[in-house]
């Protein structure tokens, strides 16, 4: 059964920082594409920041320079450093894990950013 955790939401205050976490079990973590999404209320859900299985790193625009996406595949673990969080980042944020077709998503944890 393939779980992804996600955990290291919370409410922050704008300026502050937040690191993220997803634990993947049941799939072969270090082979899989990971990715971090984001909803926001009354908005799609969006790619945040993706890390292929060799690590490389791609961001959406609006996160750039401020969010770092990172995996310890010993860990089996997928991370998202958040710094200088603005309002508009206040969103659910999911851990996806895609292969070949296949993907799988967490339940999401939920980041408030006060402004």
């Known amino acids: 059964q393939v779980r992804l955790v996600e955990s290291g939401g919370g409410l922050v205050q704008a300026g502050g920082s937040l690191r993220l976490s997803c634990a993947a079990s049941g799939i072969i973590f270090s082979i899989n594409e990971m990715g971090w999404y984001r909803q926001a209320p009354g908005k799609k859900r969006e790619l945040v920041a993706g890390?292929?299985?060799?690590?490389?790193?791609n961001y959406a625009d609006s996160v750039k320079a401020r969010f770092t996406i990172s995996r310890d595949n010993a860990k089996n673990t997928l991370y998202l450093q958040m710094n200088s969080l603005k309002s508009e980042d206040t969103a659910v944020y999911y851990c996806n894990s895609y292969r070949r077709g296949i993907e799988y998503w967490g339940k999401g944890t939920l980041v408030t950013v006060s402004s």
């Open positions: 890390i292929t299985s060799d690590g490389s790193t």
